[in-house]
């Protein structure tokens, strides 16, 4: 597998799709359960990630395959992700959080590509992090998650970008945080991404 960083920027526009989507996660009722247990004192996590994938392909993507390195996934990643999905990983540091998820669909050719995520936030590993990557799905079969991991480890930002000029496909993301400020809840990780063909 390619090591799906790529040298470009993420343009203006990019940007402020992914800021939207992270606003979105500040006012949307799919967390609603997540709020409630940290106010309530019923999860004892120091890190929560709350997450949006969104598609703009030629139809819903289909889960592929996951991979959860640190943290206990609370709210799974969507299956299928038809327009945008949610999810939510808890942690606590040192270890943090951090999966991967892969997922597959058709190009605009009816050719079967993927598209991976990667990010963790972890004080062992260097904060807040993503990785991408995409192109045709042969390229994701007998994934080597380590490898995932060290690229990501060792590569990642706080934003990515990846696009496959042979199968048309991008994928953008970025991680951020919003911490809460009271020592009483836990720092909200905000992790976004878009999946096009």
């Not at 996590?45 to 997450?51: E, M, P, Q, S, T």
């Not at 991967?100 to 050719?109: D, F, L």
């Not at 598209?115 to 042969?138: E, H, M, P, Q, Y």
């Not at 060792?154 to 991680?175: L, N, Q, R, S, Y």
Request: glycine share 10%; charged share 30%; with cysteine.
């Amino acid at each position: 597998m390619e090591d799906g960083l790529s040298s470009r920027a993420l343009s203006y526009e990019e940007e402020v799709s992914l800021d939207e989507l992270i606003k979105e996660t500040e006012n949307s009722s799919e967390f609603e359960d997540t709020v409630d247990a940290e106010i309530h004192g019923r999860d004892n996590y120091d890190i929560v990630v709350n997450g949006i994938l969104k598609t703009q392909t030629h139809g819903p993507l289909e889960f592929y395959e996951q991979t959860i390195w640190a943290g206990d996934l609370t709210k799974k990643f969507p299956d299928p992700l038809e327009k945008q999905g949610f999810f939510t990983i808890k942690g606590n540091q040192p270890k943090g959080v951090g999966a991967a998820v892969v997922y597959n669909g058709k190009n605009s050719e009816d050719v079967e590509c993927g598209w991976l995520l990667a990010f963790t936030d972890s004080d062992n590993n260097g904060g807040r992090k993503v990785i991408v990557d995409c192109g045709l799905l042969t390229k994701f079969e007998n994934i080597c998650w380590d490898t995932i991991e060290e690229k990501l480890i060792k590569f990642g930002k706080t934003t990515a970008i990846h696009e496959d000029p042979a199968t048309g496909t991008k994928v953008i993301a970025k991680i951020t945080v919003s911490p809460s400020g009271n020592g009483c809840t836990p720092d909200k990780d905000k992790v976004v991404a878009t999946f096009y063909c």
